[in-house]
């Protein structure tokens, strides 16, 4: 064993988990590599008790049964067709304006972040149903792509969200508050959104022209018919979870199992079914959530090396010591999330971080549930943030080569996205009844 103090180890232990991440191994090895390492050098064999001990602690908890249910339900609903049917009712309705097709991207991205909770599954379906139509149309690519990964990003924070779900039992957060909590935040972005495509393509018309009047003419009840039938199918899945968590029917945990199931019977009804959609759904929840536990059973049992060996005392006197008192530690550590997320996966940003400033928040006297929101809305950015970018990448791989979008043209789109999302967590910091409003209102 040896012997170091705790500022040497937390800097050995930053500068080995960048290392390992930039070799491009897959996060839990660079992660669980670190851990049995550094634990077997600074406790000799106890540190297997503490790895054994944090991820025993982590597979365990009840309320991470929620991960699979929610996995699975937003696999199912790829199948539904729901996304296609939204696409069809909204154009009718806003492909008239400038920039029209964008903003229903994001309304679809909205709308399916409260029914799906993926970003993978949201990004693919608006990339297949939405990508196309606004290239064809003459959008400029980087806006319609832009609009499609921070429009299918949503689906992280707008519960039901797998993001909330980790989160709660780590910094020992109701995640049905957390799920109260994050609504409002995530519709603000999505108002930014909306509001940027349209002023934007109010300046510069070139980028975005209005769809003719006859390619989307229909009587007005026929529009309402097809936005019925569109929306209150969703709004079926979303009160399914939602509601029986805010009105105290159920806890999240049960909640995920009752929108797996509805989304299952939205795929029957909509006759998407299969037992090929069904073992599809099967194998791709089981692949997810292996990852998800994987990747968190690892940074549990890194995080709990370096709590044991006083790394974490040393970045909370580090944060607790930046001037400007107590708003500028809160600075500081919105930059860390901000920084993290330009080279590790969200998963792994949350396993690592929340255990560690979780504490500053009583600290520090804010209000741990709107601390937790403050950080999940700022983890947005690191979706559309390179190198790493999960959300620019999962567009790169489903968007159809003929539409000639380059990668340049996707991280060109998402530059204004990151900065609304950082506009964001200042109007949250500014405003924190944005957050705090809805949760105080669930009926207990």
């Given at each position: 064993?040896?012997?170091?103090?705790?500022e040497?180890?937390?800097?050995?232990?930053?500068?080995?988990?960048?290392a390992?991440?930039?070799?491009?191994?897959p996060?839990?090895?660079?992660?669980?590599?670190?851990?049995?390492?550094?634990?077997?050098?600074?406790?000799?064999?106890?540190?297997?008790?503490?790895?054994?001990?944090?991820?025993?602690?982590?597979?365990?908890?009840?309320?991470?049964?929620?991960?699979?249910c929610?996995?699975?339900?937003?696999?199912m609903?790829?199948?539904?067709?729901?996304?296609?049917?939204?696409?069809?009712?909204l154009?009718?309705?806003?492909?008239g304006?400038?920039?029209g097709?964008?903003?229903?991207?994001?309304?679809?991205?909205?709308?399916?972040?409260?029914?799906?909770?993926i970003?993978?599954a949201?990004i693919?379906?608006?990339?297949?149903?939405?990508?196309?139509?606004m290239?064809?149309?003459?959008?400029?690519?980087?806006l319609?792509?832009?609009?499609?990964?921070?429009?299918?990003?949503?689906g992280?924070?707008?519960?039901?969200?797998?993001?909330?779900?980790?989160?709660?039992?780590?910094?020992?957060?109701?995640?049905?508050?957390?799920?109260?909590?994050?609504?409002?935040?995530?519709?603000?972005?999505?108002?930014?959104?909306?509001?940027y495509?349209?002023?934007?393509?109010?300046?510069?018309?070139?980028?975005?022209?209005?769809?003719?009047?006859?390619?989307?003419?229909?009587?007005?009840?026929?529009?309402?018919?097809?936005?019925?039938?569109?929306?209150?199918?969703?709004?079926?899945l979303?009160?399914?979870?939602?509601?029986?968590?805010?009105l105290?029917?159920?806890?999240?945990t049960?909640?995920?199992?009752?929108?797996?199931?509805?989304?299952?019977?939205?795929?029957?009804?909509?006759?998407?079914?299969?037992?090929?959609?069904?073992r599809?759904?099967?194998l791709?929840?089981?692949?997810?959530?292996?990852?998800?536990?994987?990747?968190?059973?690892?940074?549990?049992?890194?995080?709990?090396?370096?709590?044991?060996?006083?790394?974490?005392?040393?970045v909370?006197?580090?944060?607790?010591?930046?001037?400007?008192?107590?708003?500028?530690?809160?600075?500081?550590?919105?930059f860390?999330?901000?920084?993290l997320?330009?080279?590790?996966?969200?998963?792994?940003?949350?396993?690592i971080?929340?255990?560690?400033?979780?504490?500053?928040?009583?600290?520090?006297?804010?209000?741990p549930?709107?601390?937790?929101?403050?950080?999940?809305?700022?983890?947005?950015a690191?979706?559309?943030?390179?190198?790493?970018?999960?959300?620019?990448?999962?567009?790169?791989?489903?968007v159809?080569?003929?539409?000639?979008?380059?990668?340049?043209d996707?991280?060109?789109?998402?530059?204004?996205?990151?900065?609304?999302v950082?506009v964001?967590?200042?109007?949250?910091?500014?405003?924190?009844?944005?957050?705090?409003?809805?949760?105080?209102?669930m009926?207990?």
């Amino acid at each position: 064993m040896i012997d170091l103090s705790p500022e040497v180890i937390a800097i050995i232990f930053i500068v080995a988990i960048v290392a390992g991440v930039i070799t491009g191994f897959p996060l839990a090895i660079p992660l669980g590599g670190v851990a049995v390492v550094m634990g077997f050098l600074l406790f000799g064999p106890s540190a297997f008790e503490i790895l054994y001990t944090r991820a025993v602690h982590l597979l365990m908890n009840y309320t991470l049964v929620a991960v699979p249910c929610f996995v699975f339900m937003g696999s199912m609903l790829q199948y539904s067709g729901i996304a296609e049917k939204m696409y069809d009712a909204l154009y009718l309705w806003l492909g008239g304006l400038r920039g029209g097709l964008a903003i229903i991207s994001v309304i679809i991205g909205t709308v399916l972040a409260a029914a799906v909770g993926i970003i993978a599954a949201s990004i693919a379906m608006l990339a297949l149903v939405a990508l196309p139509a606004m290239v064809r149309r003459g959008y400029d690519k980087g806006l319609a792509s832009g609009a499609v990964v921070a429009g299918g990003c949503l689906g992280i924070l707008i519960p039901p969200s797998v993001m909330l779900v980790l989160y709660g039992p780590m910094a020992w957060i109701s995640v049905g508050k957390l799920f109260m909590a994050a609504f409002f935040p995530g519709f603000m972005l999505s108002i930014l959104y909306c509001t940027y495509i349209g002023i934007r393509c109010r300046l510069q018309p070139n980028l975005a022209p209005a769809v003719p009047a006859e390619e989307r003419s229909a009587s007005f009840m026929t529009k309402t018919v097809l936005a019925a039938k569109a929306v209150l199918p969703t709004a079926l899945l979303i009160l399914s979870v939602l509601g029986v968590i805010f009105l105290g029917i159920a806890p999240p945990t049960e909640a995920s199992a009752s929108g797996a199931v509805v989304a299952t019977v939205l795929a029957v009804v909509y006759r998407r079914f299969s037992w090929r959609v069904l073992r599809d759904t099967a194998l791709e929840t089981l692949r997810l959530t292996s990852m998800i536990l994987l990747i968190g059973s690892a940074a549990f049992g890194l995080v709990g090396i370096f709590i044991s060996a006083g790394g974490a005392q040393v970045v909370e006197d580090l944060i607790l010591a930046t001037p400007g008192g107590r708003w500028g530690s809160l600075a500081a550590v919105m930059f860390l999330v901000f920084l993290l997320g330009f080279f590790i996966d969200w998963i792994g940003i949350l396993f690592i971080i929340v255990p560690i400033i979780s504490p500053l928040a009583p600290a520090l006297g804010f209000d741990p549930l709107w601390f937790a929101i403050m950080v999940c809305v700022n983890l947005q950015a690191s979706f559309m943030t390179p190198p790493f970018a999960p959300g620019i990448f999962f567009l790169r791989g489903t968007v159809s080569p003929d539409l000639g979008i380059s990668m340049e043209d996707i991280i060109r789109g998402v530059i204004p996205f990151v900065l609304l999302v950082l506009v964001g967590v200042v109007l949250l910091a500014v405003f924190p009844q944005i957050a705090l409003w809805l949760p105080a209102q669930m009926i207990k």
